[in-house]
């Protein structure tokens, strides 16, 4: 029940596309989506997060899409750039202490 | 302002061998989790550190522990290393009752040989 379900494993993508990353949970009592961005040799970095009261939270290029019926969302990345290759996770947490990943999807967008 | 601060940033041991890793956390922060990232995988959950206490511990066995020191610095052992125990171990802090600031550091590369 602990799970965050990522997916796809990887991506590619012209520049200007619109890579979408999505992800599923089990556990209910999660409260608290984040998505983080990390390169390599780097930890992960905060890019967006989510509360499950709203639908949609847009940050810049970056837009989170919320579906709490299906327990699923996803990352939109609007007119991705080469700088945006990196791997992308999904996280989720309860209680605000343990963060739960998802596996990750490593995005390399073409010049 | 200096983030979350990890050394050795990589380190080699031997398996059998115990390691130790140190987290200095961000300025401000008081609670430092820690995290092992497999290679090609999501990091997952050892423990959090908090007023000097293990507070929450993940599916990690007993050869994984840690400290917090009072200056909220901590670290992380591990002893009678195996050679699944090489990952990525990333140290992340935060401040109590605060949930959107989680930070983490670069981490520090374990390989077991």
């Known amino acids: 029940q602990q799970q965050v379900k990522q997916s796809p494993q990887s991506l590619i993508v012209q520049k200007g596309g619109i890579p979408i990353i999505n992800c599923a949970y089990e556990?209910?009592?999660?409260?608290?989506f984040p998505w983080y961005q990390q390169f390599p040799g780097k930890g992960p970095a905060l890019l967006i997060a989510?509360?499950?009261?709203?639908s949609e939270k847009k940050e810049g290029r970056f837009t989170i899409s919320f579906n709490k019926s299906a327990k699923q969302f996803s990352l939109h990345i609007m007119d991705s750039q080469p700088g945006d290759s990196a791997t992308y996770f999904c996280a989720a947490n309860s209680d605000g202490s343990r963060l739960t990943f998802g596996e990750g999807t490593q995005l390399t967008v073409n010049p | 302002d200096a983030g979350v601060t990890q050394s050795p940033t990589h380190l080699i041991k031997t398996r059998g061998q115990q390691v130790t890793l140190r987290c200095s956390p961000k300025?401000?922060?008081?609670?430092v989790s820690w995290y092992q990232q497999a290679l090609g995988q999501g990091p997952q959950f050892i423990f959090q550190?908090?007023?000097?206490?293990?507070?929450q511990r993940g599916n990690f066995p007993d050869r994984f522990s840690g400290h917090q020191f009072p200056n909220y610095s901590s670290e992380l052992n591990v002893n009678a290393l195996l050679l699944g125990d090489s990952a990525l171990y990333l140290c992340?802090?935060?401040?109590?009752?605060?949930?959107?600031?989680?930070?983490f550091g670069s981490g520090t590369r374990l390989t077991v040989v």
């Open positions: 300025s401000g922060h008081d609670t």
């Open positions: 989510i509360r499950p009261d709203v």
């Open positions: 556990n209910t009592a999660f409260d608290y």
């Open positions: 550190y908090y007023e000097e206490e293990e507070r």
């Open positions: 992340a802090s935060s401040l109590a009752g605060v949930r959107y600031g989680y930070t």
